[in-house]
């Protein structure tokens, strides 16, 4: 079995023109060192990770998912040109939620949503209730 999650080969077949031959590889790495790691926690660092989990999950996609400063002002773009697009906009704020998917499904799984993370979960605007799982036709 790989080290901690970390595959032992990658077929990228040698194309390096592309991020997203590293995404991959990083997101199995994090599910599988997490899904490994975070049962055997202790239950006051699982709950600190459940509870802090939200909050920078939440800061990262707003960072991630809206302009920096630096662009604003460069572009000179208004500040209500900015709040109606990045701040006070429903579609925004569902492409926010969605970005975090993966993240909220896994924290889900480990067992890390509990009625204090999931309402800081609310209150960073990240929270989407559970789709229904595709069930498997075995």
Same mark, same amino acid.
């Given at each position: ?16 023109? %592309? @991020?997203?031959?590293?995404?991959? %590889? @990083?997101? @199995?790495?994090?599910? #599988? %060192? ?5 049962? !055997? ?40 040109? =900015? ?7 429903? &579609? ?7 970005? =975090?998917? !993966? %993240?909220? &499904? ?7 949503? #509990?009625?204090?993370? !999931? ?20």
């Amino acid at each position: 079995m790989p080290s901690d999650g970390l595959p032992t080969k990658v077929n990228d077949y040698g194309d390096t023109s %592309t @991020a997203s031959d590293n995404t991959c %590889t @990083a997101i @199995a790495y994090a599910r #599988n %060192t997490t899904t490994r790691r975070v049962p !055997r926690m202790p239950r006051h660092r699982r709950f600190a990770l459940s509870v802090l989990t939200p909050l920078i999950i939440g800061l990262m996609a707003r960072i991630m998912l809206s302009p920096p400063g630096s662009m604003i002002r460069a572009f000179r773009i208004p500040g209500d040109v =900015v709040r109606e697009v990045y701040v006070d906009n429903p &579609e925004t704020a569902a492409q926010t939620r969605d970005s =975090v998917a !993966r %993240t909220r &499904e896994l924290c889900t799984d480990l067992g890390m949503m #509990n009625p204090i993370s !999931r309402r800081l979960w609310r209150a960073m605007g990240i929270w989407d209730e559970p789709k229904a799982r595709a069930r498997s036709k075995a």
